[in-house]
């Protein structure tokens, strides 16, 4: 970081892009804070993610996502049986290029992958003077409440951890490492974020999820990490931008400020019920497992589209 701050500072480069890489989030945001000013009338920091639905199908299946890549609502759904299947191996890899190009090669995840990455978020948990123990009681508390909202404190309760501010600090330095991210409530009445009510977490990638599962034996639900999925989509579209829900008669599991809503129901039959806040919106859309219909989108074409 010292030697870009001397290349930009002496003039020596103009009009370019650099890739900063390394193996702690942390350290290069903390890196970025440095370079205030220096980064010319245009420039801004991109921070690159897990692939999203969208990125993955043009990495493994390039020819398809070109034929597809602008396509309708309604076009796509005459030619969805590809994307379902492509769905459902980027539910098994997540956007990891790593394990993606593992599985496409093998068929299969090697366990050796699953220990390199648990590795790597121990060791920059170690590296923060964290504590693994504590972490994986803390992960699997959210495992067991995943996409439920919770406060600090019932986490703290589901586990040895006895304090509520323990549970925040790891939440914060896991959001720091860019594997977890919070999900807040949006109070419509008022069109602002209350921080204080229950919030919901969510991983950035579902093989993170899958590793997790298999050190601390503990399975969660297929629809519950498809909404994970969706929360994770949305958040990388700027990953500088919070997620919001909202609950009006029941939950809704995404708001934008626009007033748009999004509402997972990973399941073979939709229902009124799963309408029931739609009034509230200008745009509400329910994603589903195959349902195709007015307002009703299969997540994996939603997923593609957006």
Same mark, same amino acid.
Request: hydrophobic share 40%.
């Given at each position: 970081?010292?030697?870009?701050?001397?290349?930009?500072?002496?003039?020596?480069?103009?009009?370019?892009?650099?890739?900063?890489?390394?193996?702690?989030?942390?350290?290069?945001?903390?890196?970025?804070?440095?370079?205030?000013?220096?980064?010319?009338?245009?420039?801004?920091?991109?921070?690159?993610?897990?692939?999203?639905?969208?990125?993955?199908?043009?990495?493994?299946?390039?020819?398809?996502?070109?034929?597809?890549?602008?396509?309708?609502?309604?076009?796509?759904?005459? +030619? $969805?049986? &590809?994307?379902?299947?492509?769905?459902?191996? #980027?539910?098994?890899?997540?956007?990891?290029? *790593? @394990? !993606?190009?593992?599985?496409?090669?093998?068929?299969?995840?090697?366990?050796?992958?699953?220990?390199?990455?648990?590795?790597?978020?121990?060791?920059?948990?170690?590296?923060?003077?964290?504590?693994?123990?504590?972490?994986?009681?803390?992960?699997?508390?959210?495992?067991?409440?995943?996409?439920?909202?919770?406060?600090?404190?019932?986490?703290?309760?589901? +586990? $040895?951890? &006895?304090?509520?501010?323990?549970?925040?600090? #790891?939440?914060?330095?896991?959001?720091?490492? *860019? @594997? !977890?991210?919070?999900?807040?409530?949006?109070?419509?009445?008022?069109?602002?974020?209350?921080?204080?009510?229950?919030?919901?977490?969510?991983?950035?990638?579902?093989?993170?999820?899958?590793?997790?599962?298999?050190?601390?034996?503990?399975?969660?639900?297929?629809?519950?990490?498809?909404?994970?999925?969706?929360?994770?989509?949305?958040?990388?579209?700027?990953?500088?931008?919070?997620?919001?829900?909202?609950?009006?008669?029941?939950?809704?599991?995404?708001?934008?400020?626009?007033?748009?809503?999004?509402?997972?129901?990973?399941?073979?039959?939709?229902?009124?019920?799963?309408?029931?806040?739609?009034?509230?919106?200008?745009?509400?859309?329910?994603?589903?497992?195959?349902?195709?219909?007015?307002?009703?989108?299969?997540?994996?074409?939603?997923?593609?589209?957006?």
């Amino acid at each position: 970081m010292n030697m870009l701050i001397s290349v930009v500072d002496n003039n020596i480069v103009e009009e370019s892009c650099f890739i900063l890489t390394g193996s702690n989030a942390i350290d290069l945001k903390k890196g970025t804070e440095r370079l205030p000013g220096r980064r010319g009338k245009h420039g801004k920091d991109i921070f690159y993610m897990p692939l999203s639905f969208r990125e993955y199908v043009r990495m493994v299946n390039p020819m398809w996502f070109e034929e597809h890549k602008a396509d309708s609502y309604n076009k796509l759904r005459y +030619s $969805s049986s &590809k994307l379902k299947i492509l769905f459902e191996r #980027y539910l098994i890899t997540g956007g990891i290029p *790593l @394990v !993606i190009n593992e599985y496409e090669l093998n068929k299969e995840i090697p366990n050796y992958i699953y220990e390199l990455y648990y590795s790597w978020i121990i060791g920059d948990i170690l590296k923060e003077g964290k504590n693994e123990q504590t972490l994986k009681e803390i992960v699997k508390s959210i495992l067991i409440c995943y996409s439920t909202p919770i406060s600090w404190d019932s986490l703290a309760k589901r +586990s $040895s951890v &006895k304090s509520h501010l323990t549970v925040s600090s #790891y939440f914060e330095l896991l959001s720091n490492l *860019l @594997v !977890i991210f919070g999900c807040f409530f949006f109070d419509l009445s008022h069109n602002n974020v209350n921080y204080n009510k229950n919030k919901k977490i969510y991983f950035y990638d579902s093989f993170i999820i899958e590793m997790f599962s298999k050190k601390l034996n503990i399975s969660v639900d297929r629809e519950k990490i498809i909404e994970g999925i969706v929360a994770s989509n949305i958040k990388q579209k700027n990953i500088l931008e919070e997620v919001y829900f909202t609950k009006i008669k029941k939950e809704t599991d995404f708001v934008f400020r626009d007033k748009k809503a999004i509402e997972v129901k990973y399941q073979n039959n939709i229902s009124k019920e799963d309408f029931a806040n739609k009034g509230y919106f200008r745009d509400f859309k329910v994603l589903s497992k195959n349902t195709f219909e007015k307002d009703v989108i299969p997540v994996y074409i939603y997923l593609f589209m957006e």
